[in-house]
């Protein structure tokens, strides 16, 4: 092969979280050869920078090899919804042609501003995991360029690196190709219902009667709220929408909506608990309750009309805490989490949450139980200090925390939540044995010690 160097910039690079912040060497080949020239240097595969911490951070010393430019529909089989592509291919590209065609992404994360191979390298999760699992279960194959050389894996051929690449944050090597079954839909709309629930045990009570009925389902949590109304929330619940009689061009057609940017970081003062909880209960008053039909990116993509929104937590950036309590003991430790949320002043506006099934990679995250994911603005030490007794909580309740999510867990906290990591660290070493393909994330958690 004809082997052709990419640019090469120095940048600063962050997570979503906006911290940590890392100076490293960044470069987007475009195409293969391109990619083939980076891949004998230490280096990490990042996607659109999505994931909060420093998942998507290369290791000291390693340059961040981003997938933007690898970013071609290889090939889509209408009849089956078999799509193949780069991995840089982002999901609103996916979504854009895929969805006047009648087919939906399987699994969606709540924005579809992220890489294909970012998805696929953190197994994302969506509002229909409790019925439908991770993204893991719709991939056909996947290729991995990795340092003991290039393979296309799947659950029949290779799949200890199959099992170890998806979900693996990128340490087996770089994702060059994914090929994925897609959902089929009738239209391009929802049918939603919003539910208030004034408690925390009435919204498990209508997660629990509606789950069946719903193939998606997640709930907004004032985490702020105290007393009786701990846990108060707006459970929202959607089913693709059967065709509507117009026809199907035009049921399948999608209006974008003009997306809103946040121009500047918004000032601390603002960020203070007062004004957090004014809002939180201005969103629980106001929130439109009942039955709707409405286009997907409302139901699903609400996030992505505020381009930028990560800067409303100011210029210290914040850290998003998502972490799973498994039944049976799901409704108890999520209880008590909130507990200690509202006692150590800890949640702002955006927390989410949703029941999920079983992760059946090598280093699974969701367990059958509730996930809470909450934004969480960093105000030093003492922000890190709450989050370490939040992690024993959850350690107690036998719960683990999202790494794609994560930049502040510890090593002996990350050790005791992921049992599995050992036999994973075993199958990405037989790949990547010099640790090649290296993240701030890995080396945080000492995982090349695992
Ligand atoms: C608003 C918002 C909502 C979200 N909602 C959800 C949600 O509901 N469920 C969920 O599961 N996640 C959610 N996420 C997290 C997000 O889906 C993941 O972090 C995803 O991995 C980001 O993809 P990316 O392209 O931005 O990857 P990056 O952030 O750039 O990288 C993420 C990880 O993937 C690896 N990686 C990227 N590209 C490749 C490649 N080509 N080959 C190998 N490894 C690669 C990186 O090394 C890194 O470890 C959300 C994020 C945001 C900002």
Request: charged content about 25%; aromatic content about 10%; overall charge positive.
């Amino acid at each position: 092969m004809d082997v052709t160097e990419a640019p090469v910039c120095r940048a600063r690079l962050s997570g979503w979280g906006r911290r940590p912040i890392a100076e490293a060497e960044e470069t987007a080949p475009r195409s293969p050869s391109e990619l083939a020239g980076q891949l004998a240097r230490p280096y990490l595969p990042r996607g659109q920078g999505r994931s909060y911490g420093d998942a998507g951070l290369p290791a000291q010393g390693h340059r961040a090899l981003n997938s933007v430019r690898c970013d071609r529909f290889l090939s889509f089989n209408p009849a089956s919804g078999v799509l193949d592509a780069e991995s840089g291919v982002t999901l609103q590209a996916i979504l854009a042609m895929t969805v006047p065609r009648g087919y939906f992404l399987p699994v969606t994360p709540g924005t579809m501003f992220v890489s294909l191979g970012g998805a696929v390298a953190s197994n994302v999760h969506g509002k229909n995991h409790h019925g439908s699992g991770s993204l893991e279960h719709f991939l056909i194959e996947v290729e991995v360029s990795t340092p003991a050389g290039t393979f296309t894996c799947s659950r029949e051929a290779r799949p200890d690196l199959f099992l170890a690449t998806v979900g693996g944050y990128g340490l087996t090597g770089f994702i060059t190709r994914v090929k994925l079954r897609l959902k089929p839909i009738d239209s391009a709309q929802v049918e939603t219902l919003r539910l208030r629930a004034p408690g925390l045990d009435s919204l498990f009570a209508l997660f629990a009667k509606h789950d069946k009925g719903y193939e998606y389902s997640v709930a907004w949590l004032d985490t702020l709220s105290r007393g009786r109304a701990l846990g108060r929330g707006v459970l929202m619940l959607g089913n693709h929408a059967p065709a509507s009689g117009r026809g199907k061009a035009q049921d399948l057609e999608r209006r974008e909506k003009a997306r809103l940017k946040v121009p500047f970081s918004m000032p601390a003062f603002l960020l203070n608990r007062p004004g957090l909880t004014a809002f939180n209960a201005a969103i629980y008053r106001f929130s439109p309750a009942g039955a709707a039909r409405e286009g997907f990116e409302k139901f699903f993509y609400p996030l992505d009309y505020l381009r930028g929104w990560n800067r409303l937590y100011g210029k210290a950036g914040f850290f998003q805490y998502q972490f799973v309590i498994p039944d049976p003991k799901g409704e108890e430790g999520m209880t008590a989490a909130l507990e200690m949320l509202a006692r150590d002043r800890l949640g702002a506006s955006l927390s989410v949450l949703k029941r999920c099934g079983d992760d059946e990679v090598m280093l699974p995250f969701c367990k059958r139980g509730y996930t809470l994911a909450l934004d969480v603005p960093y105000r030093g030490q003492a922000t890190l200090d709450a989050l370490d007794r939040l992690d024993e909580l959850v350690l107690r309740y036998g719960g683990r925390v999202y790494l794609t999510k994560d930049a502040r867990l510890k090593p002996a906290a990350f050790r005791a939540m992921y049992p599995e990591a050992k036999g994973w660290m075993e199958t990405v070493r037989r790949y990547n044995p010099e640790a090649r393909s290296n993240s701030l994330l890995a080396e945080r958690l000492e995982l090349w010690r695992t």
